[in-house]
C-alpha cells in the first residue's frame, strides 16, 4: 500500500510564506507525477500544481509566480513553496501522487494524502 503523508501547512499573516512537504512511501517502483491539490469550504477541489518524474511542471494559471512545485524522485517527496500568500489561499491542501507502480504490480494507480489546513489571516 501507498501512504502520503503532508506537512507545513498552519496559521500564516497575509503575505507571509509557507512550504508545504508531501512524502510518499510504500513499495514504490515509480511515479508518473505528484501535485498539490486545494478545497475551500464550499468550494470544489481544484488543482494547484504538479510535476511529473521529468520535471516538468504545471500550475493554475492564477497562481503561477507566487507558488513553486518541486519534486524529489529519489525520495517520491514534492514540495510546494508558495508566497505573498492571501486569505483567498486558505483551504486544505491535498497532496496526489498520480501514476504510482507498486512493488509486482502491473498496473498503476493514484493515492491522495490526508490533506493539511493553511490558513492565511488578514
Known amino acids: 500500500q501507498v501512504q502520503l503523508v503532508e506537512s507545513g501547512g498552519g496559521l500564516v499573516q497575509a503575505g507571509g510564506s509557507l512550504t508545504l512537504s508531501c512524502a510518499a512511501s510504500?513499495?514504490?517502483?515509480?511515479?508518473?507525477?505528484m501535485g498539490w491539490y486545494r478545497q475551500a469550504p464550499g468550494k470544489q477541489r481544484e488543482l494547484v500544481a504538479t510535476?511529473?518524474?521529468?520535471?516538468?511542471?504545471y500550475y493554475h494559471p492564477s497562481l503561477k509566480g507566487r507558488f513553486t512545485i518541486s519534486g524529489d524522485n529519489g525520495n517520491n517527496t514534492t514540495y510546494l513553496r508558495m508566497h505573498t500568500l492571501k486569505p483567498e489561499d486558505s483551504a486544505v491542501y491535498y497532496c496526489?501522487?498520480?501514476?504510482?507502480?507498486?512493488?509486482?504490480?502491473?498496473?498503476?494507480?493514484?493515492?491522495w494524502g490526508q490533506g493539511t489546513q493553511v490558513t492565511v489571516a488578514s
Open positions: 510504500g513499495s514504490i517502483v515509480s511515479i508518473n507525477e
Open positions: 496526489a501522487a498520480k501514476g504510482v507502480k507498486i512493488q509486482g504490480a502491473n498496473y498503476r494507480s493514484d493515492y
Open positions: 510535476v511529473t518524474s521529468a520535471g516538468s511542471t
